[in-house]
């Protein structure tokens, strides 16, 4: 490992602390570096609030060293005045030597613009390094940008026989598949993605909050097919503790506070129709949660970037099959008794 990918690497951890709380902005992270010595770091907390490169420059204790010192940014530095002015200027108006930057921002008011700036203005600027790294770390932001809709997340958990549910349910408990640590950890996804999405028969089979009691963070911007108009006021996702955008071809419902109705066409383009719309909503990523159908239409219309599948030990004997994909996952994990694989989609 380069000094410079010791240093970026830093940047990195320090940016996937605003995972789930910079929407609509990046992560993004920085470190100052004066003779081999970390002597600044930060990163974007939360969208309207100083950015990754501000804090770096505020934590560090002595000002006079940035006149010698190389700033270290995951991603290109802004050069146009948003919510807070550009941290171009900031680095040139400190008289930072030197910048190394991960990747190339594709946020259309930056695009190369932050790199252009840094050197007419005469600074030392070195793009690239862990590019494929810092590429990752922001791959909802860049999905968003580049392809106009969401990264989107396909979950579910099946048993050991490929179920996803039972053929019907003896009470209105939910039959658990995955163990707790499982089931946490599903909710700590919730904080850290945009929105949550589930269709109509989820919905009145289960009853579900859709919010991530089990775990501290925001919830998710909720998001539920309902064709037909079948959910009524009586279900949880309709109790406005949350923002839910509905997604119906009925045109019976009108939009209240925290209750959006959307109107698409339920054909073969949906799962096209759904990232568009939720794109018109600058929603960056959503996981789908369910139930087969719904699963189904994102992956046989290959609109989806990832999918985490859990494997439970239970049998069901018969039930409701797990939805069909392809392919060999690129990671496994175990948690505790239960497996999780995860596909990525690159098409």
Not at 100 to 117: E, L, N, Q
């Amino acid at each position: 490992m380069t000094t410079h990918e010791f240093y970026m690497k830093r940047c990195i951890e320090l940016a996937k602390n605003g995972l789930g709380t910079t929407y609509p902005n990046p992560l993004v992270g920085s470190v100052i570096v004066h003779e081999g010595k970390i002597i600044g770091e930060g990163w974007h907390k939360k969208a309207g609030e100083s950015h990754a490169e501000v804090n770096a420059v505020n934590s560090v204790k002595d000002k006079t060293l940035l006149k010698e010192a190389t700033i270290y940014v995951s991603l290109e530095p802004c050069s146009h005045f948003g919510k807070t002015p550009p941290c171009c200027d900031l680095i040139i108006a400190n008289e930072i030597p030197n910048v190394v930057i991960g990747t190339v921002d594709p946020f259309a008011k930056v695009a190369g613009s932050g790199i252009k700036k840094l050197i007419d203005s005469g600074k030392n600027v070195t793009v690239g390094v862990l590019e494929d790294e810092c590429n990752e770390l922001n791959k909802r932001f860049f999905t968003f940008h580049q392809k106009k809709r969401p990264y989107i997340i396909l979950k579910w958990a099946e048993t050991a026989d490929g179920f996803i549910a039972p053929l019907s349910k003896e009470d209105k408990k939910p039959i658990w598949i995955t163990n707790q640590y499982s089931r946490q950890l599903v909710h700590k996804w919730r904080t850290d993605e945009q929105a949550i999405l589930v269709g109509t028969t989820t919905v009145l089979d289960d009853n579900p909050k859709l919010n991530a009691r089990d775990f501290s963070g925001n919830n998710p911007v909720r998001i539920v097919l309902d064709k037909s108009g079948k959910i009524s006021d009586k279900f949880q996702v309709k109790d406005r503790s949350q923002k839910t955008i509905f997604i119906t071809e009925s045109e019976k419902f009108e939009t209240t506070e925290n209750c959006i109705y959307e109107n698409v066409i339920f054909d073969k383009s949906l799962a096209h129709s759904i990232a568009n719309l939720l794109y018109r909503h600058d929603i960056q990523s959503v996981i789908i949660e369910g139930g087969a159908k719904t699963l189904q239409t994102f992956i046989d219309s290959n609109v989806w970037d990832e999918a985490r599948i859990f494997k439970g030990q239970i049998k069901f004997q018969n039930g409701t099959t797990a939805p069909r994909l392809t392919g060999f996952p690129n990671h496994r994990f175990d948690i505790m008794d239960d497996q999780l694989k995860i596909f990525r989609n690159y098409d």
